[in-house]
């Protein structure tokens, strides 16, 4: 699908340049837009002469009789899966919790039990016997207190858990690989009221991993429209000669990084980092998802939902 000033595959890289030698004749390529996508010429005899030009741009809206499909064998998690879905996310992590708790509650009856048969012999024991079984009764007390409180703590995460699942449901939520994001474009609002947004939400101001930078922009215009395209505050916040994420403290970008923008980007107090505005003609370096502003202008806002 055309993007920028190339075509890309659904769920992988660069497919073919605007210049490409592989476009049919006739086919320089300059529609390479959001709403042209690639497609396979059809076989012609008379075309035998230039069987290298294949491919052949086309708006996406054209109807074609057959679809061409790759199951892909092997590969990154990332191609096998393409989009996973917030059942996948938070599913695993569930199932975890769940056995923490069943185990939980049968440490707590085995316990419960040891203390009744400890209690009956206690009765029957001697005075110096007696002291030996009130220590471990106090020991045995201990570890209910304990179990009851790692019980109380899974029941807790699970409730954060199904909240996180209802956000991002309820929400402009969707995930890339294992991140979860929110994309706020009600109000612009400047860096420091975009972290307390997030915050307020219960989530991050967004960290993406420079894997999903690349993707972000794409995505959101993809769910939210063309008037999304604009620029948008991601967590991090320049310190002089590199910018650092506002959860955790650690190194987001160097000042001379290739995800950057050259042209403008610098890590300087007083400047944040912001997901550049998305458009088919970037300026500066067009493969650099991010820049830098003022943390004072206003911009749309992108939370991190942590699962």
Request: aromatic share 8%.
């Amino acid at each position: 699908k055309g993007v920028l000033r190339d075509f890309l595959w659904q769920h992988s890289n660069k497919a073919l340049g605007g210049d490409s030698p592989l476009w049919s004749p006739g086919q320089p390529g300059e529609n390479v837009t959001p709403v042209y996508c690639l497609s396979l010429l059809a076989w012609e005899e008379d075309w035998k002469s230039s069987p290298g030009q294949p491919y052949h741009s086309q708006e996406c809206s054209y109807i074609y009789n057959y679809p061409l499909c790759e199951n892909i064998l092997h590969g990154t998690d990332q191609l096998k899966s393409p989009k996973i879905t917030l059942e996948d996310n938070i599913s695993v992590k569930l199932s975890t919790m769940e056995k923490k708790i069943i185990s939980s509650i049968t440490m707590y009856n085995k316990s419960i039990d040891t203390l009744l048969q400890d209690t009956h012999i206690m009765k029957e024991a001697s005075l110096a016997e007696e002291q030996k079984v009130s220590k471990k009764i106090v020991t045995l007390e201990n570890t209910i207190s304990t179990s009851l409180a790692i019980i109380h703590a899974l029941e807790k995460n699970i409730s954060t858990s199904m909240e996180i699942i209802d956000k991002l449901k309820n929400k402009d939520g969707f995930c890339l690989s294992t991140q979860c994001f929110l994309f706020y474009k009600d109000v612009k609002r400047n860096w420091a009221d975009a972290k307390a947004k997030c915050e307020e939400e219960g989530v991050i101001l967004a960290q993406p991993s420079d894997s999903n930078a690349l993707l972000l922009r794409k995505r959101i215009v993809e769910n939210f429209g063309q008037e999304a395209s604009a620029e948008s505050w991601v967590g991090g916040k320049g310190d002089g000669s590199k910018f650092v994420w506002s959860e955790g403290g650690r190194t987001a970008l160097m000042a001379d990084s290739s995800l950057l923008d050259t042209n403008q980007g610098n890590a300087g107090t007083g400047q944040c980092m912001e997901l550049d505005a998305y458009s088919g003609a970037l300026s500066g370096t067009p493969n650099a998802p991010y820049d830098s502003a003022s943390c004072s202008n206003n911009y749309y806002t992108i939370c991190e939902v942590i699962v």
